[in-house]
């Protein structure tokens, strides 16, 4: 079994190198949420994780009401990471949870 880590900008600065040496072999990096926010911290983690050598993955954190509220999401993630897709080489994941449905329903998010 390989370990890996999910990441956003919530982990703040993160040491990719040490990541790397503790033997982490993958990252699975939040790209982004909603029709229009790119994660604060994507571009360096994305970066910081290919330098270290691990395996990466994405997710977006899907906030949608409806179908094409979900497709807006879909459409916004692409355009995030299309510059990276040569250094994907896991999956690109659509992450929905209760808070998204509560959170986009409640605050009429998009």
Do not use: P
Request: net charge neutral.
């Amino acid at each position: 079994m390989k370990k890996g880590i999910d990441v956003s900008y919530h982990n703040g600065i993160i040491d990719w190198k040490k990541v790397a040496n503790a033997g982490y072999k993958f990252a699975i990096i939040r790209a982004g949420y909603g029709t229009n926010t790119i994660d604060n911290k994507f571009v360096d983690n994305i970066v910081g994780a290919d330098t270290a050598g691990l395996d990466i993955g994405i997710y977006w954190f899907i906030y949608a009401r409806n179908v094409q509220e979900a497709i807006e999401n879909a459409d916004m993630c692409h355009k995030a990471i299309k510059l990276y897709k040569d250094i994907i080489k896991m999956k690109v994941w659509a992450d929905y949870e209760y808070d998204s449905d509560s959170y986009a329903t409640r605050t009429g998010f998009k």
